[in-house]
T-cell receptor, first 109, second 114 residues
Framework: KNEVEQSPQNLTAQEGEFITINCSYS?????LHWLQQHPGGGIVSLFM?????KKHGRLIATINIQEKHSSLHITASHPRDSAVYIC???????????WGAGTKLIIKP | DAGVIQSPRHEVTEMGQEVTLRCKPI?????LFWYRQTMMRGLELLIY????????DSGMPEDRFSAKMPNASFSTLKIQPSEPRDSAVYFC????????????FGPGTRLTVT
């Protein structure tokens, strides 16, 4: 069993839909990251969080430390949101990032 | 700030050749990371530096790989000799405060070894 699991693996939705991507982990963490990788390959860090909720534009990330679960939400989704979304966790205060396999999101116009 | 800069963006080379990838971290960031991404293995941490000093290179696949950080604004990842299985996208990332802090990624170098 992977220490970081994301669901779904693939998600196709229509423009405007509310999107939720989930991340569950089985280790103790000091922080959780959500990253976005576009088809061109570049990786962008979206959020780093260790508790609660963060919001940036149409993106919202939440984390529940007790349940070892995080969600990334996209409101009013747009085709330009099409990308792979990756969840990664820092193991306690270790430098290591354990990566999820990613969720490939396609938003159709 | 221009963000993390990597060069070249694409590299195609023949097996046996030496390959050098370059990275300029964000100014003021004390931590620099080299990652490799393949379809089979996803993102793997190869090595990271703190204040130009290599802290952990346990992710470096073998002796053919070496990384240096001669100063705070420049790092190289070298593969000599290169092999087809080294074909991957290599990312450099930097972080400001801690190894577990938010990492800022460069655009990556897509390496193809034929």
């Amino acid at each position: 069993k992977n220490e970081v699991e994301q669901s779904p693996q693939n998600l196709t939705a229509q423009e405007g839909e509310f999107i939720t991507i989930n991340c569950s982990y089985s280790v103790g963490i000091s922080a959780l990251h959500w990253l976005q990788q576009h088809p061109g390959g570049g990786i962008v860090s979206l959020f780093m969080l260790s508790s609660g909720k963060k919001k940036h534009g149409r993106l919202i990330a939440t984390i529940n430390i007790q349940e070892k679960h995080s969600s990334l939400h996209i409101t009013a989704s747009h085709p330009r949101d099409s990308a792979v979304y990756i969840c990664a966790v820092n193991v306690d205060s270790n430098y290591q990032l354990i990566w999820g396999a990613g969720t490939k999101l396609i938003i159709k116009p | 700030d221009a963000g993390v800069i990597q060069s070249p963006r694409h590299e195609v080379t023949e097996m046996g050749q030496e390959v050098t990838l370059r990275c300029k971290p964000i100014s003021g960031h004390d931590y620099l990371f080299w990652y490799r991404q393949t379809m089979m293995r996803g993102l793997e941490l190869l090595i990271y530096f703190n204040n130009n000093v290599p802290i952990d290179d346990s992710g470096m696949p073998e002796d053919r790989f070496s990384a240096k950080m001669p100063n705070a604004s420049f790092s190289t990842l070298k593969i000599q000799p290169s092999e087809p299985r080294d074909s991957a996208v290599y990312f450099c990332a930097s972080s400001l405060l801690a190894a577990w802090g938010e990492q800022y990624f460069g655009p990556g170098t897509r390496l193809t070894v034929t």
